[in-house]
Every structure is written in C-alpha cells, then in structure tokens.
C-alpha cells in the first residue's frame, strides 16, 4: 500500500478480532519520551492490552539496544540517518513533540522577562559573552537594568537528546558555534559548569546566582521554573507554551521528508517557538510479525490514535493527523 498524507486512520486487518491477548513490550533510551510512553501505556492497557515497560536511559543507549535486539522498540531524539537505519533493519517515525527552554537565575530580573536571542545565546555558551551587562544583551532589553554579575552557564555533564537539539539549534543561528563546536548529543563545551539530566540543570541554576540552563519544555512547565524569551525566526519575542510548540510543527514541510526528519528548529509562522523538536521510535522490522511486533504498533497507534490529551497534560504536542496517518501507512508496507 502506497503512503499516503491525511485520511482515515489506518487499521491492520490482524488487529480488527478482539480482544487480544496480553503482551509486554521494552522500550528503552530517551528520557524526552520516557512521561509520554509511560502515560500512554497506563491509558491504553484496557483497550490494547499491551503492557509498556519503558526504561529512560538515553537516546544513544536507545539505539544500542533496539540495535542488538534486547527491547522491542528504542527511542531517540537524534534520529538515525537512512544508511545506519537500512543496516540495523529498523523502521524510524516521530511520536510527539516537544521544546527546549532557557531557564535563568536573575534576582533582580522580573520572572520570565529576559530577552535572548540565538546569537547571543551561542555567544554565552561560547564564552564570547561573559558579563549580564554586556550590550548585545543590554540591546535585546531596553527596558531592563541588567545586572553588572557574571553569566554561569549550565550545560548537560551526560550524553543528552537535549543537549543534541540545543546545539543543532546553536549551529543553525550561528555560523561560528556551528564551525568552532557544532551539534552534538555530547559536546566539547568551551567552559561553564555541567549537570547530569534535567534534574541536575535546573538544580545548579537554583543554586547559582547569574546562571542560565537548558532543559525539556515539559520539565520546566511541570516545576514552574523562571524561563526567557526567545527572539523568533519571524523577529517576535515570545514566551514557550504548547501554542507555540504546535505552531512550529504545524509550519514545517513533513511531505519533503523521506524519513519524517524535518528540522524543526527555527521555523517561520508567527508565534513559532524557535526550539522544537520530535522524539522518535525504533522498530526492528524482523520483529513486526511477532505478537510483541503486534504490541508495539498497537501501542503507538492507540498513542497517536487517543493520545493527545495526555500529551498536552504533560507538556507535549502531538503530530499532525496527516503525519501519523502516513506513519501507520509506511509501517504497514514494510
């Protein structure tokens, strides 16, 4: 059957009998996904009868494991190129999404005001903008006394999915992060401090007077912490929130794409917010026709299917219809 962009949802006709038999599916790698799989497969266990035992211990030991056959589906936020995909013997497709946030330790800066943009940003985390005083930042807030302290930035000390969109971001807003550094899940960070996971970000920033970190939209969301304002691709300064989310996922071109990798970061359309990024899964294809085959693709379809409340409960935006439904078509014909 060919792919196709919109229309019904697709059904597998082995699925139509019922009920099934119960299965447990393993998944494991990105701590992105990890509150996105684990809510969809407490809901859908009544109607799909799938039980998920999802372990969230990073993008690369993800791929690693689905890799050498020991989980029934990885995650990743790096997706795998078409090569390596082609050798492993796995399907790749996006499940949801979500942003990536500046969170800010500024006494004397009113909560979730500061104005960053993506040069500047590079620049901070380059070590080329030491100083809250500095005045490219000075300019990006007119309105704002900024503080004559020092800037602490705080990077992921761990291999991170995070940090691997952070820095794409980074690369894409600035030719010199992009030569000097680049992207990364792991970099070589020019200075600043290193923290282990979400947690460990915004720990360190607490503790630390003049500092900024990066961390997972839905993480920040979910602990209430301080956020900055992000100049857009459009010039706009915004605020992250899940309209914002969904409208740099609805201005991408997901047709152009063979695989469903389309960047998201920094993408046009007023209100985008400038870092977005897709989780994605892993499926071996040699495994489709077993009964835990079977189970993970009733797991994502009844994901993609009635998982969207869920999603924005916890600070994600799901795919366009058109997206899962092409998804759920592909996987069929292989």
Do not use: C
């Given at each position: 059957?060919?792919?196709a962009w919109g229309g019904p949802s697709?059904?597998?006709?082995?699925?139509?009998?019922?009920?099934?038999?119960?299965?447990?599916?393993?998944?494991?790698?990105?701590?992105?996904?990890?509150?996105?799989?684990?809510?969809?497969?407490?809901?859908?266990?009544?109607?799909?009868?799938?039980?998920?035992?999802?372990?969230?211990?990073?993008?690369?030991?993800?791929?690693?494991?689905?890799?050498?056959?020991?989980?029934d589906f990885g995650a990743t936020d790096?997706?795998?190129?078409?090569?390596?995909?082609?050798?492993?013997?796995?399907?790749?497709?996006?499940?949801?999404?979500?942003?990536?946030?500046?969170?800010?330790?500024?006494?004397?800066?009113?909560?979730?005001?500061?104005?960053?943009?993506?040069?500047?940003?590079?620049?901070?985390?380059?070590?080329?903008?030491?100083?809250?005083?500095?005045?490219?930042?000075?300019?990006?807030?007119?309105?704002?006394?900024?503080?004559?302290?020092?800037?602490?930035?705080?990077?992921?000390?761990?291999?991170?999915?995070?940090?691997?969109?952070?820095?794409?971001?980074?690369?894409?807003?600035?030719?010199?992060?992009k030569n000097h550094i680049g992207a990364?899940?792991?970099?070589?960070?020019?200075?600043?401090?290193?923290?282990?996971?979400?947690?460990?970000?915004?720990?360190?920033?607490?503790?630390?007077?003049?500092?900024?970190?990066?961390?997972?939209?839905?993480?920040?969301?979910?602990?209430?912490?301080?956020?900055?304002?992000?100049?857009?691709?459009?010039?706009?300064?915004?605020?992250?929130?899940?309209?914002?989310?969904?409208?740099?996922?609805?201005?991408?071109?997901?047709?152009?794409?063979?695989?469903?990798?389309?960047?998201?970061?920094?993408?046009?359309?007023?209100?985008?917010?400038?870092?977005?990024?897709?989780?994605?899964?892993?499926?071996?294809?040699?495994?489709?026709?077993?009964?835990?085959?079977?189970?993970?693709?009733?797991?994502?379809?009844?994901?993609?299917?009635?998982?969207?409340?869920?999603?924005?409960?916890?600070?994600?935006?799901?795919?366009?219809?058109?997206?899962?439904?092409?998804?759920?078509?592909?996987?069929?014909?292989?």
């Amino acid at each position: 059957m060919a792919a196709a962009w919109g229309g019904p949802s697709f059904v597998y006709a082995e699925e139509v009998r019922l009920p099934y038999r119960d299965v447990t599916i393993t998944g494991a790698g990105s701590s992105f996904a990890a509150p996105v799989y684990e809510g969809w497969g407490t809901a859908a266990f009544s109607q799909t009868k799938v039980h998920v035992n999802y372990q969230a211990i990073g993008s690369g030991a993800g791929q690693d494991q689905v890799i050498a056959g020991t989980v029934d589906f990885g995650a990743t936020d790096k997706p795998m190129g078409e090569v390596a995909l082609k050798k492993a013997g796995l399907y790749q497709f996006p499940t949801v999404m979500s942003g990536v946030v500046v969170i800010v330790h500024l006494k004397s800066v009113p909560r979730n005001t500061l104005r960053l943009d993506g040069p500047v940003l590079a620049g901070i985390y380059a070590g080329m903008i030491t100083d809250w005083n500095d005045s490219r930042i000075q300019a990006l807030n007119p309105d704002i006394k900024l503080p004559d302290e020092e800037i602490v930035p705080i990077h992921r000390a761990d291999g991170s999915g995070t940090s691997y969109v952070f820095t794409s971001y980074l690369s894409l807003v600035s030719p010199e992060w992009k030569n000097h550094i680049g992207a990364g899940t792991l970099v070589e960070w020019p200075g600043g401090a290193g923290a282990r996971g979400n947690d460990g970000i915004a720990a360190l920033v607490r503790q630390t007077e003049g500092s900024l970190g990066y961390v997972e939209f839905a993480y920040a969301e979910g602990n209430n912490l301080p956020v900055a304002k992000l100049k857009t691709h459009d010039g706009v300064f915004i605020e992250p929130n899940l309209e914002s989310l969904a409208k740099a996922a609805s201005s991408a071109d997901w047709q152009e794409s063979s695989g469903f990798t389309v960047s998201l970061l920094d993408q046009g359309g007023a209100g985008s917010w400038p870092i977005v990024s897709a989780t994605y899964a892993l499926v071996p294809l040699k495994a489709m026709k077993t009964a835990e085959g079977a189970g993970v693709r009733r797991f994502f379809q009844w994901g993609f299917e009635h998982g969207q409340e869920i999603n924005s409960s916890l600070g994600y935006v799901g795919l366009p219809a058109k997206v899962q439904s092409a998804i759920l078509v592909r996987w069929a014909d292989k």
